[in-house]
């Protein structure tokens, strides 16, 4: 059985996804936060040509562009799209969860004000979900001696089709350095369902097939995020 502890380092360093990921921790070079308070988070924004975020939310918001560009949209239940501005028009969403890369020739950059009022917050709790559902998935393989470059293509072959199911938040592969025949996959799901659903596409059976023929070794891991204690209770902790 395949249980590298480094799984232990992934997992702490992976960000959090799902209901209300933050894209600020995630990309700080790319959200500079000018004022926070109750009623809005104002950022000057910039997506640079070329780079592309992975899925995060924002609540209902607003951009005032600074530069044209050009942007491709992912959202989580497979659809795409683009938006292309031009310097000064001024956008608005609803809340929304998505993943963007910069397809154009410049740097996007802009203002954006995020709202925080109870509409807005409640329409993101909508657009997103609830965070207690979100499943990770650890997925260890282990590849005959010498045979890394032919798991790895295999691995990597399901990576377009997985992004593109509804409930994929994040699906990243990641490869040994010490022993090239081993691989680790970071699985991220809107729920449970959503990773049952997964199991049972044509496309992932047909890889179970494939190495189990080859005599390749797979072990699927699931794991929840531990909440944070609330405040009333890291109090009463330090009380005692």
């Known amino acids: 059985m395949i249980r590298p502890a480094v799984v232990l380092l992934a997992l702490a360093t992976l960000p959090?996804?799902?209901?209300?990921q933050d894209p600020v921790p995630l990309y700080p070079a790319n959200y500079d936060v000018l004022i926070e308070n109750d009623q809005v988070r104002v950022?000057?924004?910039?997506l640079r040509r070329g780079d592309r975020e992975d899925f995060h939310s924002h609540p209902a918001h607003v951009l005032y562009v600074f530069e044209p560009f050009r942007i491709r949209f992912r959202f989580p239940d497979g659809r795409t799209g683009m938006r292309e501005v031009g310097a000064g028009e001024v956008l608005y969403s609803e809340?929304?969860?998505?993943?963007p890369t910069n397809v154009?020739?410049?740097d996007a950059h802009g203002i954006l004000i995020e709202l925080k009022t109870p509409a807005a917050k409640q329409a993101m709790r909508d657009?997103?979900?609830?965070?207690?559902d979100v499943l990770t998935a650890v997925t260890f393989i282990q590849g005959r001696e010498g045979k890394g470059t032919e798991v790895k293509r295999e691995l990597l072959s399901l990576t377009a089709a997985t992004?593109?199911?509804?409930?994929?938040?994040?699906?990243?592969?990641?490869?040994?350095?010490?022993?090239?025949?081993?691989?680790?996959?970071?699985?991220?799901?809107r729920d449970a369902r959503a990773l049952e659903l997964h199991k049972a596409?044509?496309?992932?059976?047909?890889?179970?097939?494939?190495?189990k023929n080859e005599g390749w070794m797979t072990e699927i891991t699931r794991w929840e995020r531990v909440p944070e204690e609330r405040g009333e209770q890291r109090e009463a902790l330090v009380s005692f």
């Open 16 to 20: 959090v996804a799902g209901a209300a």
């Open 43 to 46: 950022m000057d924004f910039r």
């Open 95 to 99: 809340a929304v969860t998505h993943s």
């Open 104 to 106: 154009g020739d410049s």
């Open 127 to 132: 657009a997103t979900g609830s965070p207690d």
């Open 163 to 189: 992004r593109g199911e509804a409930g994929n938040l994040r699906f990243d592969l990641y490869q040994s350095v010490d022993r090239p025949d081993r691989f680790m996959r970071l699985e991220v799901w």
């Open 201 to 211: 596409t044509p496309h992932l059976k047909a890889s179970f097939e494939r190495r």
